[in-house]
């Protein structure tokens, strides 16, 4: 008795999966992994994390970049990409009650991010969410101002005291810079292929671009900066044959339409 329910229940569960076999196959069958490959630009808005505090306001910039993503799943990719990007800060002296001075540090970087790529809706548009690590390179960095900030300490009615005035000539210690970046934005398919994509990011950096020991005046002065960028992306055979490749339900292999 035993045995015939088993063989019973055994049956139902096979014809089950003959059923749910071709369905699942043709669900993961759907969507075939690509890669595409554009280009970025856009602006940012660049300021540090000072500790001791900095009397700074945001100060703008430029960033511009070639950009690959790639997608295995439905909602899932990666991105990574090359930048050129403008960082850094703008003092603020209309706090201090001297607005004639002005000072503004340019910091560019070589910007590197490889981020996780979550995106849902339509096939003609979609919105996203990306997430992940990024490491930057200094290629120089320039300073705009007003007075001779070597020696601001004799120059007439020049704000001091409780003022932090240490950052204004010192040299950038750290030339590597490493953080967190994450964004969201939307996305336009044209024709399947080509794709536009607009994002906001913000930017945490992690390390610090001045000395940082106990002997030193600053303990933090790291980079943050938010990022308004238009992206172009044009879709590429994923196959070396150039024929899309589809993921059967067998781990071990692969069929090419």
Known sequence: MAGKVFRMIAGRVLVALALLLPVSVMAQREYSPNFSIGGKAG???SRMS???????KFTQ???MGLACRYTEEKIFGLIGEINVTQRGWAEDFAKDEAPEFSYSRTLTYVSI???THIYFGSQKFRGFFNLGPEVGFLLGSSIDANFDYDNYKNIPNFPQGSRTNEQLAMAVDREFDYGIVGGAGMEI???RRHSIMLEGRYYFGLGNIFKDSKRDFFAASRNNSIE????YMMRV???ASGHNIYHTTSPAH????
């Open 43 to 45: 602006a940012t808005l």
């Open 50 to 56: 000072f500790s001791p505090e900095v009397h700074q």
């Open 61 to 63: 910039g430029l960033t």
């Open 113 to 115: 991010p490889v981020m």
């Open 189 to 191: 398919v044209i024709k």
């Open 228 to 231: 308004i960028s238009l992206k």
């Open 237 to 239: 055979k994923y196959a």
């Open 254 to 257: 692969s069929t090419v339409i």
